[in-house]
């Protein structure tokens, strides 16, 4: 078998309602265990080949941690290059979602095209950022940014999202009404799903439970304490399983949050909230060239003890934590965003309990399901 | 986690590409590739394995599928 892992959702009925929602998955939390006996600079060059969705996201959240035990603190113009390669992931991952998976969901043609001009045009951040390739390293690596490269990745981007949502960037961000009125007269097949939802809109809704920034604040210790993995696979924060991700993130733009007045927590914020994301990425982004500068690589400083990393990747709060002795990787862990989402008692479980188990259950729930967008396959199923 | 597996392209018909890893092959859409794929070449997939994602150096590729062999290997999966 092919170390590829999915989420099963089992939803059982009773008296016309969902009962109770099983979350079972083979997503491998404690793989990065493995990592034991390497040493980082290995396990930096692996990481963003074995998890693709978020590879960028997954290597500078290590290098996070290796920094937080070597005590290194990176310049300001290495970090801006480091958010600028992680928003780039983030409009990449968003974008595909929403010109691959959205049109199908309203039995259209993915936009691929829009698809591969956004993906092209931020992977083109990387090089224009750090020609040696050097962008994962602990300190920093050489960075000689290529400003109008980025600006040229920046505009096309924009462009393609635009072209493939049929709303503005500022539309998505700033101004709610010419949200809605995207949405009276959509253009587009993104636009259409959002706009077609009708009842099932608020779909999912509960009480919206947000990862503060950062992630809780005893994570470190927690993971810490994980001695069995049980954390890793079902973390919480005091008991409870906040939501992590771009409704978490994006929940005060003027958009999303008319959306969340209107339907709470339901499948629309959610879709409106992601596309917001990519939006704000972008804007981000081009607010970062300014604080880009040459800077030379960071020379090599052992690191030793433990440290923890933190990043805002695409589907939410993705955080590294490492031990070190001798040089070598003692101890790894990696919690991603999913494991909170995807909890037997978090976001998804909790808008799918109780809802009324109709024909079109299953329906509404994959619908729920596209809008937390898991990091690997999801199946649904109606018992 | 979101794991992929790097595959190695064994054969290419248009747009779609057939890749090997772990001695399972199965096929996956060029389109959203960057850039030129070859026979021989290797790839990371996006989730479900449906398309591939970017072109790896062989020798990453390598030492990524040695450690996830590792993980295959210890039982955690």
Same mark, same amino acid.
Request: with cysteine; proline share 7%.
């Given at each position: 078998?092919?170390?590829?892992?999915?989420?099963?959702?089992?939803?059982?009925?009773?008296?016309?309602?969902?009962?109770?929602?099983?979350?079972?998955?083979?997503?491998?939390?404690?793989?990065?265990?493995?990592?034991?006996?390497?040493?980082?600079?290995?396990?930096?060059?692996?990481?963003?080949?074995?998890?693709?969705?978020?590879?960028?996201?997954?290597?500078?959240?290590?290098?996070?941690?290796?920094?937080?035990?070597?005590?290194?603190?990176?310049?300001?113009?290495?970090?801006?290059? /480091?958010?600028?390669?992680?928003?780039?992931?983030?409009?990449?991952?968003?974008?595909?979602? %929403?010109?691959?998976?959205?049109?199908?969901?309203?039995?259209?043609?993915?936009?691929?095209?829009?698809?591969?001009?956004?993906?092209?045009?931020?992977?083109? %951040?990387?090089?224009?950022?750090?020609?040696?390739?050097?962008? $994962?390293?602990?300190?920093?690596?050489?960075?000689?940014?290529?400003?109008?490269?980025?600006?040229?990745?920046?505009?096309?981007?924009?462009?393609?999202?635009?072209?493939?949502?049929?709303?503005?960037?500022? =539309?998505?961000?700033?101004?709610?009404?010419?949200?809605?009125?995207?949405?009276?007269?959509?253009?587009?097949?993104?636009? /259409?799903?959002?706009?077609?939802?009708?009842?099932?809109?608020?779909?999912?809704?509960?009480?919206?439970?947000?990862?503060? $920034?950062?992630?809780?604040?005893?994570?470190?210790?927690?993971?810490?304490?994980?001695?069995?993995?049980?954390?890793?696979? /079902?973390?919480?924060?005091?008991?409870?399983?906040?939501?992590?991700?771009?409704?978490?993130?994006?929940?005060?733009?003027?958009?999303?949050?008319?959306?969340?007045?209107?339907?709470?927590?339901?499948?629309?914020?959610?879709?409106?909230?992601?596309?917001?994301? &990519? !939006?704000?990425?972008?804007?981000?982004?081009?607010?970062?060239?300014?604080?880009?500068?040459?800077?030379?690589?960071?020379? %090599?400083?052992?690191?030793?003890?433990?440290?923890?990393?933190?990043?805002?990747?695409?589907?939410?709060?993705?955080? =590294?934590?490492?031990?070190?002795?001798?040089?070598?990787?003692?101890?790894?862990? %990696?919690?991603?965003?999913?494991?909170?989402?995807?909890?037997?008692?978090?976001?998804?479980? /909790?808008?799918?309990?109780?809802?009324?188990?109709?024909?079109?259950?299953?329906?509404? !729930?994959?619908?729920?399901? =596209? &809008?937390?967008?898991?990091?690997?396959?999801?199946?649904?199923?109606?018992? | 986690?979101?794991?992929?597996?790097?595959?190695?392209?064994?054969?290419? *018909?248009?747009?779609?590409?057939?890749?090997?890893?772990?001695?399972?092959?199965?096929?996956?859409? +060029?389109? +959203?590739?960057?850039?030129?794929?070859?026979?021989? *070449?290797?790839?990371? +997939?996006?989730?479900?394995?449906?398309?591939?994602?970017?072109?790896?150096?062989?020798?990453?590729?390598?030492?990524?599928? *040695?450690? +996830?062999?590792?993980?295959?290997?210890?039982?955690?999966?």
């Amino acid at each position: 078998m092919l170390p590829e892992s999915r989420i099963h959702i089992a939803l059982r009925t009773s008296a016309g309602r969902v009962a109770a929602v099983e979350v079972r998955s083979t997503r491998m939390v404690e793989a990065a265990g493995r990592f034991a006996g390497r040493r980082p600079d290995e396990v930096l060059a692996i990481l963003p080949l074995v998890f693709s969705l978020c590879g960028t996201a997954q290597a500078l959240a290590a290098v996070a941690a290796v920094e937080d035990a070597a005590g290194i603190v990176p310049s300001r113009p290495q970090i801006a290059a /480091r958010r600028l390669l992680l928003l780039a992931e983030t409009v990449s991952e968003h974008g595909l979602g %929403i010109a691959r998976d959205w049109p199908a969901l309203v039995g259209e043609a993915a936009d691929l095209g829009g698809a591969k001009t956004l993906k092209t045009a931020m992977a083109a %951040i990387r090089p224009a950022l750090y020609p040696a390739g050097d962008w $994962a390293v602990p300190g920093g690596g050489g960075l000689v940014p290529d400003r109008f490269r980025v600006q040229d990745a920046l505009a096309d981007a924009g462009a393609a999202l635009v072209a493939m949502t049929g709303f503005r960037l500022c =539309h998505a961000i700033d101004d709610s009404e010419a949200f809605a009125a995207v949405l009276a007269h959509p253009s587009t097949a993104p636009a /259409r799903l959002l706009a077609g939802l009708g009842e099932d809109a608020g779909f999912g809704a509960q009480p919206f439970e947000p990862m503060p $920034a950062g992630g809780p604040a005893d994570l470190n210790a927690r993971l810490a304490a994980d001695a069995d993995g049980g954390f890793l696979a /079902r973390p919480d924060m005091g008991g409870r399983v906040p939501e992590t991700g771009p409704l978490a993130r994006q929940a005060m733009l003027p958009p999303v949050a008319a959306l969340l007045a209107r339907h709470g927590t339901g499948v629309l914020p959610r879709l409106a909230a992601r596309l917001a994301d &990519a !939006a704000s990425a972008l804007r981000e982004m081009a607010t970062l060239v300014q604080d880009l500068a040459e800077t030379p690589p960071s020379p %090599i400083r052992p690191a030793q003890g433990s440290g923890l990393g933190v990043v805002e990747a695409a589907r939410g709060l993705l955080a =590294h934590r490492i031990e070190l002795e001798d040089g070598l990787v003692s101890r790894y862990q %990696i919690l991603a965003p999913t494991e909170w989402n995807f909890h037997p008692g978090g976001a998804l479980a /909790r808008g799918l309990a109780g809802a009324i188990a109709d024909d079109r259950l299953e329906a509404r !729930a994959r619908l729920l399901v =596209h &809008a937390l967008d898991p990091c690997v396959a999801c199946t649904v199923a109606v018992d | 986690m979101c794991m992929a597996v790097p595959s190695r392209i064994v054969a290419i *018909d248009g747009a779609v590409a057939t890749v090997e890893a772990f001695g399972q092959t199965r096929q996956c859409s +060029l389109m +959203l590739l960057g850039e030129e794929a070859a026979v021989g *070449d290797y790839v990371i +997939l996006g989730a479900g394995g449906t398309f591939a994602a970017e072109k790896v150096p062989e020798e990453a590729a390598l030492a990524a599928l *040695d450690y +996830l062999a590792e993980v295959l290997e210890s039982g955690r999966a």
